[in-house]
């Protein structure tokens, strides 16, 4: 690998500097963002909206760039870095919310907790509140989610498709009667005919999207992007290809899940075994 020259005096924001360093070693060999795409295997358009920060791409594709330029690690720590600012978060979940509003159909697929769309005020407090927030931004922020269910109200309501981890049905709230009221709603709400919940059960053993919550939607343009959030962050994927890659892996998710009939009598064995429980 040849020498790399100083970068002293480049940008220390996590997404600026790794946009930066992209086109650096691009430059630096000579390629055009089309030559690009053509030696490493992906769309060139994409390196070009990577470069112009305006996405960070996913980790398969930075891995694949650190591979073609011999940069061992070095490309896939500065996107670490960038996935885990938590400026460049909020300005992507505005985008999303925006995206989500506007979306004609959305499809969820949850690992550890029950999607925004589908919580009770209760739910979406304590949730919240076991991040650490708490005080006027806490009451703003339940307020706030819970208002984005109305989404899923009314005439023109978008359809919504939620698959759900046993583990969310396996994670209760420390108030029973709080648990139960969620339970209870998402049963009701599951009957609204925009809406379809599946249940994925443990048995159903390691899957494609076992460590990560995605939410698809479709625009009007008939273009789907993706919200994609691991353990420590969240990014908005736009770029064509890699939402139809995730989409094979929600399709084959879908596939081990409960139909919508045993999802509906799965949740209500939960309830049923929620309301046997001791009060604590």
Not at 107 to 116: C, D, I, S, T
Not at 185 to 192: F, K, S, T, V
Not at 222 to 233: K, L, M, Q
Request: glycine share 8%.
């Amino acid at each position: 690998m040849p020498a790399r020259r100083m970068v002293t005096g480049r940008s220390q924001e996590p997404r600026k500097r790794f946009a930066e360093e992209l086109k650096l070693l691009r430059t630096e060999r000579g390629l055009s963002l089309r030559k690009l795409g053509e030696v490493a295997g992906w769309d060139w358009s994409l390196f070009s909206k990577m470069e112009k920060g305006e996405t960070l791409g996913g980790p398969e594709v930075v891995q694949a760039l650190d591979q073609y330029y011999g940069t061992g690690r070095m490309l896939l720590a500065l996107w670490e870095l960038a996935v885990g600012d938590p400026t460049q978060f909020k300005e992507r979940y505005r985008r999303y919310m925006t995206l989500e509003a506007e979306a004609m159909s959305l499809w969820y697929y949850a690992v550890g907790a029950m999607p925004g769309l589908l919580q009770t005020p209760h739910y979406a407090r304590t949730l919240l509140a076991s991040g650490g927030m708490d005080g006027e931004e806490l009451t703003i922020q339940s307020e706030a989610r819970i208002g984005r269910c109305e989404l899923l109200s009314g005439d023109g309501a978008p359809p919504f498709r939620a698959i759900l981890s046993e583990t969310v049905l396996r994670t209760p709230l420390p108030v029973r009667a709080h648990w139960q009221e969620q339970l209870e709603y998402l049963l009701a709400i599951g009957e609204r005919q925009n809406i379809t919940i599946q249940v994925v059960p443990h048995a159903a053993g390691p899957h494609a999207l076992t460590n990560t919550d995605v939410m698809f939607l479709r625009l009007a343009d008939g273009r789907p992007v993706a919200w994609v959030e691991t353990d420590y962050a969240g990014d908005l994927v736009e770029e064509a290809a890699a939402v139809e890659r995730l989409q094979l892996r929600y399709d084959r998710v879908r596939d081990l899940a409960l139909s919508p009939a045993d999802s509906r009598k799965f949740i209500m064995r939960v309830l049923e075994e929620a309301s046997c429980e001791p009060s604590t």
